[in-house]
T-cell receptor
Framework: GAVVSQHPSWVICKSGTSVKIECRSL??????MFWYRQFPKQSLMLMAT?????????EQGVEKDKFLINHASLTLSTLTVTSAHPEDSSFYIC??????????????FGNGTRLTVT | SQQGEEDPQALSIQEGENATMNCSYK?????LQWYRQNSGRGLVHLIL?????REKHSGRLRVTLDTSKKSSSLLITASRAADTASYFC???????????FGQGTTLQVKP
């Protein structure tokens, strides 16, 4: 089956530093990947849609300069949390669709990255 | 913004019993999907039901969709302790494939 690998699985960083999270589709190509954020005991909030070779589409209220997304290849999207602050501490999850342009295919999720900013 | 509301928020049952979770959504969808999440992990896709379908089965799972009421339900039959997890519905709309998730139901199945 389609596998999405997310790295790192957890990271602790100091306030003011930047953190990069990688999301890779291992056995399929993903033109589009999605980044979600999840607070404890809450649902997933869509942050942005990552498009290969073009700019990401951010959801309302998500700071594009804060959360930099790069989708340089069909198998890799990265999310960089810049100048991280404690309120950025959260669980970040990426996902990708293996069905090509079909919007009737399920998404495949990475295992998430637990970010803690001290 | 959240697409769906789910109820109940939490459900505790005994092994062998059935579990039913409901989901309501606000906008038109192409399909509705159900996912499972174990604590601190990513999501696992369970089942997808298209907007022109009314019911779908997969193993012990049964999903219904009522587009006139903008609602869906997930039934897990003969539950097992290993079914303990959070369950989310998610609606797909537009042509990007992005999913908007409901609040989720936390299911505990006691052995």
């Amino acid at each position: 089956g389609a596998v999405v690998s997310q790295h790192p699985s957890w990271v602790i960083c100091k306030s003011g530093t930047s953190v990069k999270i990688e999301c890779r589709s291992l056995d399929f190509q993903a033109t589009t990947m999605f980044w979600y954020r999840q607070f404890p005991k809450q649902s997933l909030m869509l942050m942005a849609t990552s498009n290969e070779g073009s700019k990401a589409t951010y959801e309302q209220g998500v700071e594009k300069d804060k959360f930099l997304i790069n989708h340089a290849s069909l198998t890799l999207s990265t999310l960089t949390v810049t100048s991280a602050h404690p309120e950025d501490s959260s669980f970040y999850i990426c996902s990708a669709e293996s069905g090509g342009a079909s919007y009737n295919s399920p998404l495949h999720f990475g295992n998430g990255t637990r970010l803690t900013v001290t | 913004s959240q697409q769906g509301e789910e109820d109940p928020q939490a459900l505790s049952i005994q092994e062998g019993e059935n579990a039913t979770m409901n989901c309501s959504y606000k906008t038109s969808i192409n399909n509705l999907q159900w996912y499972r999440q174990n604590s601190g992990r990513g999501l696992v896709h369970l089942i997808l039901i298209r907007s022109n379908e009314r019911e779908k089965h997969s193993g012990r799972l049964r999903v219904t969709l009522d587009t006139s009421k903008k609602s869906s339900s997930l039934l897990i039959t003969a539950s097992r302790a290993a079914d303990t997890a959070s369950y989310f519905c998610a609606g797909s709309s537009g042509n990007t494939g992005k999913l908007i998730f409901g609040q989720g139901t936390t299911l505990q199945v006691k052995p």
